[in-house]
T-cell receptor
């Protein structure tokens, strides 16, 4: 079983749609969770951290369910500029000295005009 | 702004050549990482370093070595390049990780080096 699993997509949605991505992780000791965004031929960049209580940043909402080891990202009112690959990322630290991140393979979102 | 730079955007080498990929960060980060990214496989960690002269193997270290002589610089070395090392190589840096402090975990990536081995 992969340490972080995502639906690869692609998700093709019209502008203005709401779209949700899901991710599961296998290591119950993971402490930090993130969504990164990667544009075509660019490097990954942090979109948002995911907190236990759930958190929102504008049109983006992230949720964490530790019991089910499940993370989600909801994008409301999709824009053309949201088209990218969304990477689910989980921390597996080693005694706090380092932070090794495990990246999912990503979910491709294509927002259509 | 954190800046992570990589020595080349595109590189073409021949099988058997020794290849050096350089990465420099300007934010005094303790941690530095080398990944490769391949379609369908995502980012895979090759090596990482949490201090000068320290290095740890990642998930796929075979065929690679690293060097960290200065805090800001982390080099990836392909001792004898092979065609299966054709890939996008991404360097990243972050602050020293602290349990429960997710802000320390954010990794900042360089623009990547697309390496082709013929």
């Amino acid at each position: 079983r992969k340490e972080v699993e995502q639906d690869p997509g692609p998700f093709n949605v019209p502008e203005g749609a709401t779209v949700a991505f899901n991710c599961t992780y296998s290591n119950s000791a993971s402490q930090s969770f993130f969504w990164y965004r990667q544009d075509c031929r660019k490097e990954p960049k942090l979109l948002m951290s995911v907190y236990s209580s759930g958190n929102e940043d504008g049109r983006f909402t992230a949720q964490l369910n530790r019991a089910s080891q499940y993370i989600s990202l909801l994008i409301r009112d999709s824009k053309l500029s949201d088209s990218a690959t969304y990477l689910c990322v989980v921390n597996v630290g080693y005694g706090g000295a380092t932070n090794k991140l495990i990246f999912g393979t990503g979910t491709l979102l294509a927002v259509q005009p | 702004d954190v800046k992570v730079t990589q020595s080349s955007r595109y590189l073409v080498k021949r099988t058997g050549e020794k290849v050096f990929l350089e990465c420099v960060q300007d934010m005094d980060h303790e941690n530095m990482f080398w990944y490769r990214q391949d379609p369908g496989l995502g980012l895979r960690l090759i090596y990482f370093s949490y201090d000068v002269k320290m290095k740890e193997k990642g998930d796929i270290p075979e065929g690679y070595s690293v060097s960290r002589e200065k805090k800001e610089r982390f080099s990836l070395i392909l001792e004898s390049a092979s065609t299966n090392q054709t890939s996008m190589y991404l360097c990243a840096s972050s602050l020293l990780g602290l349990a429960g402090r997710s802000s320390y975990n954010e990794q900042f990536f360089g623009p990547g080096t697309r390496l082709t081995v013929l």
